[in-house]
Nanobody
Framework: QVQLVESGGGLVQAGDSLRLSCAAS????????MGWFRQAPGKEREFVTC????????YYADSVKGRFTISRDNGKNTVYLTMNSLKPEDTAVYYC???????????????WGQGTQVTVSS
């Protein structure tokens, strides 16, 4: 099964940009779906975006649409989350995940990264 390693989190100011990376290793499949989720203190884990690896089809939560972009690098087996115009409300631990279904439900993702903290100050 695939293993995921995240990087790129940090402390930024409102309005800044940040790019998170999630490198996949092990056996991967062309029909895998990669997703990004986030969890703020005291809140439930929230779907952010996902991408179908084979086709590149993407879907975004309304809260990040127009500001965040998910992308992939096939040669590096890496998925990225580019975050622009960051807001304090975006502060959360961000997780990448892999699964076999194109879905917003976290329970349908099988493999998860360790999470990376994104803190946006005002």
């Amino acid at each position: 099964q695939v293993q995921l390693v995240e990087s790129g989190g940090g402390l930024v100011q409102a309005g800044d940009s940040l790019r998170l990376s999630c490198a996949a290793s092990g056996r991967t499949f062309s029909n895998y779906v990669m997703g990004w989720f986030r969890q703020a203190p005291g809140k439930e884990r929230e779907f952010v975006t996902c991408i179908r690896w084979s086709s590149g089809s993407t879907y975004y939560a309304d809260s990040v649409k127009g500001r965040f972009t998910i992308s992939r690098d096939n040669g590096k087996n890496t998925v990225y989350l580019t975050m622009n115009s960051l807001k304090p409300e975006d502060t959360a631990v961000y997780y990448c995940a892999a699964g076999m279904y194109y879905t917003t439900y976290s329970s349908n993702y099988n493999v998860w990264g360790q999470g990376t903290q994104v803190t946006v100050s005002s």
